[in-house]
């Protein structure tokens, strides 16, 4: 299917289309990476979703392509959130017991840690990767531009960027 005066006249029919024409072939496309039926198909919807939210619907010129990439992007964070419950969980783990969070605590802090992982998300990569790199690995501003190739004015605008889209986020 491509992009055509001869396109659906809805983003509704066009979505339809979209989706009886590579639904399948993604959800297998995404199995064969996952090796889970299960998350396959949850990711294939969420991908879905993802595209009924884009203003580029119309734009779509390969749609196997597109949708790959989607779905790419859509495991990546996936794997990201994983690995951040984990490093919480394990980090708690190495905690003395008369420290240790009560099951509400962690569970608000992996909440927020999740929240933080998406506001993230919505970033450009540099600008994510500015933040991470200072707040998570410690890194002065010269390490981080030196790392990202950038100037020190530029990561300086990045985390100024990041810090106040984290602080005035519009949480649901």
């Known amino acids: 299917m491509e992009s055509s005066p001869h396109a659906p006249a809805s983003?509704?029919?066009?979505?339809?289309?979209?989706?009886?024409?590579?639904?399948?072939w993604l959800r297998q496309w995404l199995r064969n990476r996952m090796g889970c039926p299960?998350?396959?198909?949850?990711?294939?919807?969420?991908?879905?979703?993802?595209?009924?939210?884009s203003k580029d619907l119309f734009s779509i010129r390969e749609p196997r392509s597109f949708l790959s990439t989607v779905a790419r992007r859509l495991m990546a964070n996936v794997h990201r959130r994983r690995l951040v419950e984990q490093a919480y969980l394990e980090a708690l783990a190495n905690l003395p017991e008369a420290v240790e969070p009560s099951p509400e605590v962690r569970t608000l802090a992996l909440e927020a840690l999740t929240l933080l992982d998406r506001l993230l998300d919505e970033l450009p990569a540099k600008v994510r990767e500015a933040f991470l790199l200072s707040h998570l690995q410690g890194l002065k501003i010269a390490e981080i531009a030196e790392r990202l190739q950038v100037s020190?004015?530029?990561?300086?605008?990045?985390?100024?960027?990041?810090?106040?889209?984290?602080?005035?986020?519009?949480?649901?």
């Open 11 to 24: 983003a509704h029919a066009y979505l339809q289309t979209l989706y009886t024409d590579h639904h399948r």
């Open 38 to 53: 299960e998350s396959a198909a949850d990711l294939a919807q969420d991908t879905f979703l993802s595209i009924l939210a």
């Open 152 to 172: 020190t004015r530029s990561v300086k605008l990045y985390l100024v960027r990041a810090n106040q889209h984290c602080f005035f986020a519009q949480l649901p």
